[in-house]
Nanobody, 115 residues
Framework: QVQLVESGGGLVQPGGSLRLSCAGS????????MGWYRQGPGKQRELVAR???????NYADSVKGRFTISRDNAKNTVYLQMNSLKPEDTAVYYC?????????WGQGTQVTVSS
């Protein structure tokens, strides 16, 4: 069993910053990519950022230059640094761990950007 626990969400004003963390525990072997997805109100879930085991990253166009994904393999943890937040970044954010066999999802953490 693999468990992913996210933290760091909350309410922030436009232009502010938040750092999301996602720690994995359980039977985690050979994690390949880690990522963050989000689902805003009335929207489909979308990929925000992804990082491979080798450290290669890719981002949604809407967050390029504002968000940074990173990972600590020793801690089985992935991070998402979010700067210059906009109201349209409001969403539930989910982390993912990819193994060779399946994708694991976290339970989600709410990020609300509002004045």
């Amino acid at each position: 069993q693999v468990q992913l626990v996210e933290s760091g969400g909350g309410l922030v004003q436009p232009g502010g910053s938040l750092r999301l963390s996602c720690a994995g525990s359980g039977n985690i072997f050979s994690i390949n990519a880690m990522g963050w997805y989000r689902q805003g109100p009335g929207k489909q879930r979308e990929l925000v950022a992804r990082i491979t085991s080798g450290g290669s990253t890719n981002y949604a166009d809407s967050v390029k230059g504002r968000f940074t994904i990173s990972r600590d393999n020793a801690k089985n943890t992935v991070y998402l640094q979010m700067n210059s937040l906009k109201p349209e970044d409001t969403a539930v954010y989910y982390c993912t761990f990819d193994t060779s066999f399946r994708r694991f999802w976290g339970q989600g953490t709410q990020v609300t950007v509002s004045s």
